[in-house]
Structures are given as C-alpha cells and as structure tokens.
Nanobody
C-alpha cells in the first residue's frame, strides 16, 4: 500500500520551466524505482524518467538534456525538473513507484493521480 501525490503542474510558455514533485506515503520502505510517465491526448503513456533508490537514472531521449530527475529518499520524494519546455511536452504527468518485496525481484506498481502540464507556443 503506497500512495503517490503529485504537484507542480501548470501552464507555461515554450522555453519555460516547471518542477514536479511526488511524495510517497504508506509502505514506502521497499520502494526501489520511482519515476515519471506522461500521456498526451490520444496517445499511450510513455516513460519520461526513472530513478532507483541508489540514484541510477534513466531519461527518455525526447527529454534528455532538458529534464532531470532527482530523489530524496529520506523524504520519500521524487522530483522532475523540466527546462526548455516545448509544446510537445504537453500532457498528463504521472508519478510511478515500484516496490521490491522478495529476492526474486517481485514487487508491485503504484501510480499517482497525475498532474497536468500545458506548454503554449
């Protein structure tokens, strides 16, 4: 049982910046991966960036160099710093967490409710 709450979305002009935050609560002890996915209207939900509890990051090619992900394990919080935003970045951004509960690597996936990001031309 993990709850994820996102914040920081909004409306910005192209070239602007936003920082998204996601706070995990509940049974957070076994969370390994946290990250961000986004979904544009009429399209599938795609990975934006992920980070492990050890600090290893993975970033989608479409945002590499513009977005960065970070994590504060003590606060159970993951951040997505978005710079040089483009209209194609518009969509709903969802926080993601995965727990690992046994030696085989089995775990559970958790999703936040999403926060809307709109980038105007």
């Amino acid at each position: 049982q993990v709850q994820l709450v996102e914040s920081g979305g909004g409306l910005v002009q192209a070239g602007g910046s936003l920082r998204l935050s996601c706070v995990a609560s509940g049974r957070t002890r076994n969370i390994n991966i946290m990250g961000w996915y986004r979904q544009a209207p009429g399209k599938a939900r795609d990975m934006v960036a992920t980070i492990t509890s050890g600090g290893y990051t993975s970033v989608a090619d479409s945002v590499n160099g513009r977005f960065s992900i970070s994590r504060d394990n003590a606060k159970n919080t993951v951040y997505l710093q978005m710079n040089v935003l483009k209209p194609e970045d518009t969509g709903d951004y969802y926080c993601y967490a995965r727990t690992v509960v046994n030696v085989e690597g089995a775990g559970n996936n958790y999703w936040g409710q999403g926060t809307q990001v709109t980038v105007s031309s």
